[in-house]
């Protein structure tokens, strides 16, 4: 095995385990939330349940990231060439950890709202949805830098 190949191998590993990190912490604070909520209204389990699940998107970005770039570990020889690799699979890896963790926060606050007035659910999905845009920033970038090595 080249060392190209282990630096590939280990920045594929990264963005797949810190984009899930921030989905597992995103999703862990939305089901709390969720579920007191729930524990007074159970009819209010489809107005909360997008909400509850929007964290758990950077998780399936880095995978798709860790997908994509794992076709290109077969070209990876020198050294340099692994290090290109990981880089380019940062902005995905770092911005899935981050908007994972601050989704998760913003959507606790909507989810208690809608646990207060019901007729909120649609219109606060906005919020939380505008901290995926970076998440998606991120991983078109990472295609983007992977598609060219």
């Known amino acids: 095995m080249t060392s190209g190949y282990a630096i590939g191998i280990i920045g594929i590993a990264l963005c797949v385990?810190?984009?899930?990190?921030?989905s597992a912490i995103g999703l862990y604070k939305t089901g709390s939330a969720a579920a007191g909520v729930l524990g007074e209204d159970p009819k209010k389990f489809g107005k909360v349940l997008v909400l509850v699940l929007l964290p758990a998107t950077q998780g399936i970005y880095g995978f798709i990231i860790g997908i994509i770039a794992s076709s290109s570990l077969g070209n990876l020889e020198a050294a340099a060439q692994g290090w290109s690799l990981l880089g380019a699979v940062l902005p995905m890896a770092l911005s899935g950890l981050v908007t994972g963790i601050f989704q998760g926060k913003s959507s606790v606050n909507c989810i208690y709202a809608?646990?207060?007035?019901?007729?909120?659910g649609g219109k606060l999905i906005i919020y939380p949805a505008m901290i995926e845009f970076y998440a998606i920033l991120g991983l078109i970038i990472s295609i983007m830098l992977v598609a060219g090595i």
């Open 114 to 120: 809608v646990g207060k007035q019901e007729s909120l």
């Open 17 to 22: 385990l810190l984009c899930g990190v921030g």
